[in-house]
C-alpha cells in the first residue's frame, strides 16, 4: 500500500519560513518523480516544485523560484520543500505527490497523494 506522509505545515507571518517533509512508503522511490503541488481555495491545484529522484534534477515555479528549494534523501524515500521568505499569496494546503518516470506540470498525470498540510502566511 502506497502512503506519502507530509508534516511540517503551519502558520508564519510574511517574510516567516517553513519546512515540508514528506515521507513515501510502500512506493519505489526512484527512479521517478516526487514533488509537491498546492491549492487555494477557489483555484486549481498547481504544481510548486518537482524532483526527479535518480537525476535530482529539478522544477520550481516562477511564483516561488528564489524562496522555495526542493530536495530528496532516496535513502530515507523523503522529499524537503524548504519555504522561506513566506508571503501571504502562498497560502494553501500542500500537497506532496509521486508519479513514475518523468515529471509532468498536470496534476492529473501523478499517481500518488499524501492528505495535504496546510500552510498559511499571514500579512
Known amino acids: 500500500q502506497v502512503q506519502l506522509v507530509e508534516s511540517g505545515g503551519g502558520s508564519v507571518q510574511a517574510g516567516g519560513s517553513l519546512r515540508l517533509s514528506c515521507v513515501a512508503a510502500g512506493f519505489t522511490f526512484s527512479p521517478g518523480c516526487m514533488g509537491w503541488f498546492r491549492q487555494a481555495p477557489g483555484k486549481e491545484r498547481e504544481r510548486v516544485a518537482t524532483?526527479?529522484?535518480?537525476?535530482?534534477?529539478?522544477y520550481v515555479a516562477d511564483s516561488v523560484k528564489g524562496r522555495f528549494t526542493i530536495s530528496r534523501d532516496n535513502a530515507k524515500k523523503t522529499v524537503t520543500l524548504q519555504m522561506n521568505n513566506l508571503k501571504p499569496e502562498d497560502t494553501a494546503l500542500y500537497y506532496c505527490?509521486?508519479?513514475?518516470?518523468?515529471?509532468?506540470?498536470?496534476?492529473?498525470?501523478?499517481?500518488?497523494w499524501g492528505k495535504g498540510t496546510q500552510v498559511t502566511v499571514s500579512s
Open positions: 524532483i526527479l529522484t535518480g537525476s535530482g534534477g529539478t
Open positions: 505527490a509521486g508519479k513514475w518516470r518523468s515529471c509532468s506540470t498536470a496534476y492529473r498525470d501523478y499517481d500518488y
